[in-house]
């Protein structure tokens, strides 16, 4: 009986132990925004007033519920402007993407200031990113320069292509990026 129950109080303790790590490790965008949420949590927490929702179809095996506010100040790209999407599957939150112009802030600049917050960039591991590449970009296309940084369970994505910089954040561990 003693074994059983300090078999059982070792159990809970490194249960506890991986909640408080997988929490300590996720991540958290602005306004308390995190992955997993629903649309109408991601709404009460966005200060933007105005919004869209949109569905966004992709060349890939998902599509995409869309919430969209535009001309946001993205306090992790150095407040720059930029139309920001949530990306939903299922009524989940898998990847957020913010598109900024490149007259409002260059790639190199979004990139010093995510590294700055989340480690090195480095180049894409598509077979990491599985199909969140269709998050990233609804071709599931990488064309002209890009980089990511991995951290945990999150991959960002920076990508520049014709006059514009899009920055997508992924959840890794949604259902959708291993997806057959």
Same mark, same amino acid.
């Given at each position: 009986m003693k074994k059983t129950a300090m078999i059982l109080a070792?159990?809970? *303790?490194?249960?506890?132990?991986?909640? !408080?790590?997988a929490e300590e490790n996720a991540f958290t965008f602005r306004?308390?925004?995190?992955?997993? *949420?629903? *649309? &109408?949590?991601?709404?009460a927490a966005e200060t933007v007033p105005y919004h869209e929702i949109d569905n966004?179809?992709?060349?890939?095996?998902? /599509?995409?519920?869309?919430?969209?506010?535009?001309?946001?100040a993205i306090e992790e790209a150095g407040n720059a402007p930029a139309d920001l999407?949530?990306?939903?599957?299922?009524?989940?939150?898998? !990847?957020?993407?913010? &598109?900024?112009?490149?007259?409002?802030?260059?790639? /190199?600049?979004v990139k010093a200031d995510l590294t700055?917050?989340?480690?090195?960039?480095? =180049?894409?591991d598509l077979a990491l990113l599985g199909n969140g590449i269709y998050a990233v970009? /609804? &071709?599931?296309?990488?064309?002209?320069? =890009?980089? !990511?940084?991995?951290?945990?369970?999150l991959m960002i994505v920076i990508e520049q292509d014709e006059d514009d910089i899009d920055v997508t954040f992924v959840d890794l561990n949604a259902a959708y990026v291993s997806a057959q």
């Open positions: 070792v159990l809970v *303790m490194v249960f506890a132990a991986v909640t !408080a790590t306004n308390g925004v995190t992955f997993g *949420m629903n *649309m &109408d949590q991601v709404i966004e179809h992709t060349h890939g095996p998902v /599509d995409f519920a869309e919430l969209e506010y535009e001309n946001v999407k949530y990306l939903f599957v299922g009524n989940e939150l898998v !990847a957020i993407r913010a &598109d900024f112009e490149e007259r409002d802030i260059t790639f /190199d600049q700055a917050l989340s480690g090195e960039a480095g =180049a894409v970009d /609804d &071709d599931g296309r990488l064309e002209g320069k =890009a980089e !990511a940084i991995v951290s945990g369970n």
